[in-house]
């Protein structure tokens, strides 16, 4: 988009003796600024701050400063690179399925049919629904004895007996990230869906002119216009995903034997079960390094496509 | 074109600019004027209190200061149990006397729900926001005495009436030599067992042996489809998993820990989870199920049998009358028979401005009457030794089975002996790898093995000897 320059004449117009100050829009955003400050930038600091004092949890004690010592000790620990290893999996997992799954479904609902309006509505149904509501229902049907999932399983596959789900590490994940993505979806859903009406008919015209077929359509027409939604989408799912709590909490707990437990699960537990707030602030200050990495990538990316605005 | 729109309608020339800002800072000086002429939180009325009682150390914070006038006191007493039916009117018609035999004492009711309980309660006495006196789960004594939280009460405790008839689980409030509650309850636990179930599989008596509950649920599972036996096994219930596993571990004579040592490769430790494992593997039990899930089970008629305490009785006798009439409770048929038996304490907590007042509350509870309406009105085990009525016990048969568990507890506290301050990791570690060996991914003696050396780093950092 280019800018239209301003005539010499409208200039002079409009300088005085002071140079032309924009002060307005600050000042209305200030404000926000100001709250965002309060509720973002502070929590952070003090948060940073907690990471290198052994904290006292009792008012009136003294918060010891060890330096980087909590930091260490997370390094040195077992248990951090396991809670390390399920949040790469989980989100990974997560975030791949969530994007193909919302894009498959967005290119579905985009073409015009009979009833597409209602499958649209029935499609983002799992986002709106509060999350402990629907987790606990998931949490019932995914039970060893009681479940509906081993229910159905038995009717296809009478031999296989009572699947313990959530009680078997090695199932207890994929359950965990089944119900993630079955959460996260409509919100790809949408978003491609809104890209893809951003896309010109008259491409796709051209192109089956051309004698493009539907793959062909698909590369070099359909992906290549929603780069910008995909950046973004995949950096909110990916964010979205690394810090989830209460899917995993309300479901496993972290368990069974860690095997659901994250970075975001094991921060909460050595805060406010083990009271060991410099240790868990050590895990924060990580978790949001981490996230805050994945922004400057995304920043880059966008830096570099001189469309992207 | 668009472009000089757009600066028309957002250009500032100087004039409107001095305009604008000076707008601006009268705004905010008739602000700030207002904030501070705004009438500040009155401070609280200076206490008209007896003398605090002596005590070696200094309280760590100051309380809220709880409000008096020349002629009333009052104070703020928390607990989860004024909305539970039966406990929550005793502990109100126990504060009613206390108000008619003290007049001008006020009590502050704070019921806290349950689940939130120990979060509030720890960041109300972390922040200097103390409450003059609350219950505490067993759970939570070790916790409050490790961040110097509660009141020794050995002082009062010296003098009191009842010092010598109190239950066995007292000791868990007492760490290092000082004594840091007053327990209130600590009921044992034992088998429940459904009895018409038992009869369906031609069964006459309950299972006095390990070998005769597995034999015993396998017939009730295979003769009524109900299961056999249960136990709480859901990966999020890491306290009461532990639980679960504490039943058969010290059922066989083991401990997950010895004076403050790691004991978890004892062979009689994984023989008690092996026990558990065999009641997964087989089906004689549920799977992935919290107390909750079991106690309605119980209820429909879908668990025959379940170690667990008194208190799903009072629930059954609620709940499911019918299936009340044909439940007992008896002695756990493990080799050493062991009834864990947790507890709640009453506790004063450092911080409190009332604590001779406290005390005199925590003694009438301790009076003869209040302790026999716990145990005949309630139906669970109070904080002292009492009697049960020869009425009492026609009605509630299998109280006297309980009365006579208390001689096998074990467990007091749900504690780790010689580890209570880091009780809550611990625990942890153990049911992670328990739930490994519940999973089927390990067996017991390597799922032990392999918890040990966490267990040990954890002693080592976090235990100071």
């Known amino acids: ?309 | 074109m668009r472009y000089q729109a757009q600066l028309d309608c957002c250009h500032v020339n100087r004039r409107v600019f001095l305009q604008r800002a000076a707008a601006l800072a009268g705004g905010a000086a008739v602000a700030s004027l207002l904030a501070a002429c705004a009438p500040s939180t009155a401070p609280a009325t200076p206490l008209v209190s007896g003398t605090p009682a002596s005590t070696t150390n200094p309280p760590a914070t100051q309380a809220t200061p709880t409000t008096a006038s020349a002629t009333s006191i009052s104070m703020r007493f928390p607990t989860w149990m004024y909305g539970e039916a039966g406990t929550g009117d005793w502990w109100r018609a126990t504060l009613g006397q206390f108000k008619q035999e003290n007049p001008g004492i006020q009590v502050d009711e704070t019921n806290v729900p349950n689940t939130q309980f120990e979060d509030k309660m720890l960041t109300e006495l972390s922040a200097g926001t103390a409450p003059d006196m609350m219950t505490a789960f067993t759970t939570q004594v070790p916790k409050l005495v490790k961040l110097n939280l509660l009141e020794p009460l050995d002082a009062y405790l010296d003098k009191a009436s009842f010092k010598d008839k109190m239950v066995p689980t007292q000791k868990a409030a007492t760490i290092g030599s000082k004594t840091y509650g007053v327990v209130f309850t600590a009921s044992p636990q034992g088998l429940l067992v459904n009895t018409a179930l038992l009869q369906q599989a031609g069964l006459a008596t309950p299972p006095t042996t390990i070998d005769e509950l597995f034999q015993a649920a396998k017939q009730i599972k295979d003769k009524t489809g109900a299961f056999g036996v249960g136990f709480v096994n859901d990966s999020k219930a890491v306290l009461l998993s532990y639980i679960a596993a504490m039943h058969y571990v010290l059922g066989n004579g083991s401990d997950f820990a010895r004076d403050g040592q790691v004991n978890v490769t004892d062979p009689k430790l994984t023989e008690g989870l092996a026990w558990t494992k065999r009641i997964l593997d087989e089906g004689l039990g549920p799977r992935g199920v919290d107390a909750v899930a079991l106690q309605k089970m119980m209820g429909e008629g879908k668990l025959a049998m379940w170690i667990s305490g008194p208190w799903v009785m009072t629930y059954l006798k609620t709940e499911a009358p019918e299936v009340y009439k044909t439940m007992d409770f008896v002695i756990p048929p493990t080799p050493t028979h062991a009834a864990i038996t947790g507890g709640g304490f009453i506790v004063i907590p450092r911080a409190s401005q009332q604590k001779d007042l406290a005390w005199k509350y925590i003694d009438l509870t301790q009076r003869a009457d209040w302790q026999r309406k716990w145990l005949e009105d309630l139906v669970q085990i109070p904080g002292q030794v009492v009697q049960p009525s020869q009425a009492f016990l026609e009605a509630n048969p299998w109280v006297k089975n309980m009365n006579d568990m208390t001689r096998f507890g074990a467990g007091f506290g749900y504690a780790v002996p010689g580890l209570e301050e880091i009780n809550g990791e611990y625990q942890k570690i153990v049911m992670d790898h328990v739930q490994q060996v519940w999973a089927g991914s390990k067996s017991p003696a390597d799922a032990m093995n392999d918890a040990k050396p966490e267990l040990e780093d954890l002693v080592k950092a976090k235990v100071k000897r």
């Open chain 1, 1 to 309: 988009m280019t800018v239209a320059r301003v005539p010499v004449a409208a200039r002079r117009r409009v300088i005085g003796p002071l140079p032309r100050i924009d002060w307005l829009p600050t000042l209305l955003v200030l404000p926000a600024l100001l709250v965002l400050a309060v509720v973002l930038l502070y929590p952070i600091v003090v948060g940073i701050r907690l990471s290198l004092f052994d904290v006292a949890f009792v008012a009136g004690d003294s918060d010891r400063f060890v330096g980087l010592d909590n930091y260490a000790r997370m390094l040195r620990n077992g248990q951090f690179w396991q809670a390390f290893r399920v949040t790469v999996i989980y989100t990974t997992v997560v975030v791949t399925a969530s994007f193909l799954i919302g894009l498959g479904t967005a290119l579905l609902l985009n073409v015009r049919f009979r009833g597409r309006a209602v499958l649209r509505t029935i499609a983002i149904i799992p986002w709106p629904i509060p999350e402990v509501v629907a987790v606990m229902i998931w949490a019932w049907m995914f039970s060893a004895d009681f479940g509906v999932i081993n229910y159905f399983v038995s009717l296809v596959a009478p031999g296989v007996g009572k699947i313990a789900w959530l009680s078997d590490p090695s199932l207890a994940l994929p359950a965990v990230s089944m119900v993630t993505i079955w959460k996260q979806f409509p919100l790809a859903t949408v978003m491609i869906l809104a890209g893809l009406q951003h896309i010109p008919l008259d491409h796709y015209e051209a192109a089956a002119v051309d004698g493009a077929n539907a793959r062909q359509r698909f590369r070099y027409i359909t992906w290549p216009g929603l780069r910008h939604v995909n950046l973004v989408l995949v950096l909110l799912l990916v964010l979205y995903t690394f810090k989830r709590v209460t899917i995993i909490f309300v479901m496993t707990g972290g368990g069974p034997g860690r095997a659901t437990e994250t970075l975001p699960i094991q921060t909460y537990l050595q805060s406010f079960q083990f009271f060991d707030m410099g240790y868990a602030s050590a895990i924060g200050a990580l978790m949001l390094t981490v996230a805050m990495s994945f922004t400057l990538v995304y920043l880059a990316l966008t830096r570099r496509d001189p469309e992207q605005v």
